[in-house]
């Protein structure tokens, strides 16, 4: 029997989050492979299947994280073409600032395994509801932290700005846990030349488990250096500008608009 | 499945438990032990992790890189000094 690979979310709070596709999936598996967020969540995990391997033991500090996935996939990827029914659960969704299921699908599909995602509910998704934002409002821009401050980007201050994994904000070895007051101070000072210093940000952390109290600490921006960053902290720095009309572009949709009205209200011959 | 874990499961997934005097009523039927229910009502996670012997240690959330190309995802058996200098040759 040819093996198969579905990578599905379980959601960010144990029990809430979990579809029922993904669930079933889960519960058929020969091999579920899991990267939880806590040891609860890992624990109710292996409770809906007979074989739950966590791969959480590939984690070392000061081992490149490159590595790291890449060995994650080749466990998973070795069971799919041992022939077996492989699932690999991920806290969260499993394609969102996640790339061991995007590289494991990938690398399945060039292999000519079968291989699918199932969405689940990302941190992103309980930032919205927790916090009242709604991206639609002004827009909204996401950035792995330390790719915004590696690269040139066009930062809009007049849209929602959210960086995740701020806790590791500026490593370039790709191996640390997390980095200090020196990498953060880079990061304020990028943020200053668009923001002031006393610009109210959220700190936020969603609800691993019931239990859990929904972290929403407003900080002003300069504060961020010393302020407690876990790896489950996600910054969301709000607009601090308004949006700002775009008067050519308005003018040529005006013409347009003269231009439909016009045609609208010549009058209609019809052949008899 | 640990009763426990259960309990979160449920206190998660169930509405009715929303109210505060039908939780109480549940937590003293549940089948777990006073300091985990202690742990529950003061909503101590830390404190109802202690009460599970074998519950799994968790050593990172990262699930992504900063930058990453093609060749990255290949790139297994490279120091990862190597692997460093690449990407950052690539990034600047
Ligand atoms: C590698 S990403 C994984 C995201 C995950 N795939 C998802 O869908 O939510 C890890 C980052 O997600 C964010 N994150 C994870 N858990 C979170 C939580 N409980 N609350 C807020 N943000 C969280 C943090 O920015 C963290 O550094």
Same mark, same amino acid.
């Given at each position: 029997?040819?093996?198969?690979?579905?990578?599905?979310?379980?959601?960010?709070?144990?029990?809430?989050?979990?579809?029922?596709?993904?669930?079933?999936?889960?519960?058929?598996?020969?091999?579920?492979?899991?990267?939880?967020?806590?040891?609860?969540?890992?624990?109710?995990?292996?409770?809906?299947?007979?074989?739950?391997?966590? &791969?959480?033991?590939?984690?070392?500090?000061?081992?490149?994280?490159? @590595?790291? =996935?890449?060995?994650?996939?080749? $466990? #998973?990827? *070795?069971?799919?073409?041992?022939?077996?029914?492989?699932?690999?659960?991920?806290?969260?969704?499993?394609?969102?600032?996640?790339?061991?299921?995007?590289?494991?699908?990938?690398?399945?599909?060039?292999?000519?395994?079968?291989?699918?995602?199932?969405?689940?509910?990302?941190?992103?998704?309980?930032?919205?509801?927790?916090?009242?934002?709604?991206?639609?409002?002004?827009?909204?821009?996401?950035?792995?932290?330390?790719?915004?401050?590696?690269?040139?980007?066009?930062?809009?201050?007049?849209?929602?700005?959210?960086?995740?994994?701020?806790?590791?904000?500026?490593?370039?070895?790709?191996?640390?846990?997390?980095?200090?007051?020196?990498?953060?101070?880079?990061?304020?000072? &990028?943020?200053?030349?668009?923001?002031?210093?006393?610009?109210?940000? @959220?700190? =936020?952390?969603?609800?691993?488990? $019931? #239990?859990? *109290?929904?972290?929403?600490?407003?900080?002003?921006?300069?504060?961020?250096?010393?302020?407690?960053?876990?790896?489950?902290?996600?910054?969301?720095?709000?607009?601090?500008?308004?949006?700002?009309?775009?008067?050519?572009?308005?003018?040529?949709?005006?013409?347009?608009?003269?231009?439909?009205?016009?045609?609208?209200?010549?009058?209609?011959?019809?052949?008899? | 499945?640990?009763?426990?874990?259960?309990?979160?499961?449920?206190?998660?997934?169930?509405?009715?438990?929303?109210?505060?005097?039908?939780?109480?009523?549940?937590?003293?039927?549940?089948?777990?032990?006073?300091?985990?229910?202690?742990?529950?009502?003061?909503?101590?996670?830390?404190?109802?992790?202690?009460?599970?012997?074998?519950?799994?240690?968790?050593?990172?959330?990262?699930?992504?890189?900063?930058?990453?190309?093609?060749?990255?995802?290949?790139?297994?058996?490279?120091?990862?000094?190597?692997?460093?200098?690449?990407?950052?040759?690539?990034?600047?």
């Amino acid at each position: 029997m040819s093996g198969s690979l579905v990578c599905v979310g379980t959601g960010v709070t144990l029990g809430a989050h979990i579809s029922p596709i993904a669930r079933s999936h889960i519960e058929q598996a020969e091999v579920v492979f899991s990267l939880m967020a806590n040891g609860f969540a890992e624990k109710w995990l292996e409770a809906m299947s007979n074989d739950v391997r966590s &791969l959480q033991p590939f984690y070392q500090e000061g081992k490149n994280r490159n @590595i790291t =996935y890449n060995e994650m996939v080749e $466990a #998973i990827l *070795t069971e799919v073409r041992a022939g077996k029914k492989v699932v690999a659960a991920f806290y969260g969704h499993p394609g969102v600032f996640a790339c061991i299921s995007h590289r494991a699908i990938k690398k399945a599909k060039i292999e000519e395994l079968p291989a699918t995602m199932e969405p689940g509910i990302s941190a992103e998704d309980c930032l919205y509801a927790d916090l009242g934002i709604d991206p639609g409002r002004t827009g909204c821009s996401h950035f792995e932290t330390s790719q915004f401050m590696f690269y040139k980007r066009n930062i809009d201050n007049s849209a929602f700005l959210i960086l995740w994994q701020v806790a590791l904000a500026g490593d370039q070895s790709f191996a640390k846990f997390s980095t200090g007051r020196a990498y953060r101070q880079v990061l304020v000072d &990028l943020l200053l030349e668009h923001y002031p210093s006393d610009h109210q940000v @959220i700190l =936020y952390q969603a609800k691993g488990i $019931a #239990i859990d *109290t929904m972290r929403a600490d407003k900080i002003h921006l300069s504060e961020l250096i010393d302020a407690e960053l876990f790896m489950h902290t996600t910054l969301v720095i709000p607009p601090s500008e308004k949006m700002q009309p775009n008067d050519k572009v308005l003018a040529l949709l005006a013409d347009i608009d003269k231009r439909e009205v016009k045609q609208n209200n010549r009058p209609k011959f019809s052949l008899v | 499945m640990n009763k426990v874990i259960q309990v979160l499961e449920t206190m998660a997934t169930d509405a009715y438990l929303v109210n505060k005097e039908n939780m109480t009523t549940f937590l003293t039927t549940a089948e777990i032990t006073t300091e985990q229910q202690q742990a529950i009502t003061e909503k101590n996670a830390d404190k109802l992790a202690e009460t599970i012997a074998d519950l799994p240690k968790i050593i990172s959330y990262s699930q992504v890189l900063p930058t990453e190309d093609d060749q990255q995802e290949d790139d297994n058996q490279e120091s990862d000094n190597e692997s460093i200098n690449k990407l950052l040759a690539s990034s600047f």
